[in-house]
């Protein structure tokens, strides 16, 4: 990933927001022709979605034909509309830190399994992929207990993989980016929203998200766009 990102800031496609004062993660600028490419994109894309959409064609695998129309909504919406959806009370995910590593998880997606060496038992966490998890472990527990690999089979195994949730004393959890044991916090909960406020003061009777589903201006606005476009159903809308 690294050399995607060096190979676009060269380029000229792609560079960090704020790089001259350290940047900010997850914040990215559009370059000279970073900017091209984003706008040829969209043009292609709206061209093909909407243009040049024959409305009284069946498309292929469509059970019939319909209308397209486009709209574009704001990217900050009425808190109400979040609480409706069921955003508000149920996206969020419970997350545990890493103290040693800094690093955040999602409770639910960390895995391992007890290991035992020498009247030591621990549990080898890792966050990689089911098919190669079996393997990262082993890896870790060698790491941790210095054992070779060619005594690898003295460590002990004493349970399947579970995920971290089942584990009652993390404590005894090696996390999947740390060289000791209780290096986890307890599992808070993180709400997925960005919250932001709206107006001069930053009170909660202010407080607005950034829009966390694309296609909920969708939902909000159906009845305008039926009444100003009067498309009849089925119909879509970009």
Known sequence: MSEIVSLCKRRGFLFQSSEIYGGLNGFWDYGPLGVDLKKNVKETWWQDMVSSHNELKTPQGAPTSYAMTGLDCTIIMHPQVWKCSGHYDLFHDHMVDCRESKRRYRFDQVRGRWAEYRDEKIFVTTVAEVEVEEEATLQRAMKYFKVRAKNSDQIDWKSDFTSLPNIDDLSQAL??????????????????MFKTFVGALSGEEGAAYLRPETAQGIFVNFKNVVDSTRVRIPFGIA
Not at 179 to 192: A, C, I, V
């Open 175 to 192: 996390g999947p980016d740390a060289k000791s044991l209780g290096t986890l916090t307890e599992p808070r909960e993180f709400n997925l």
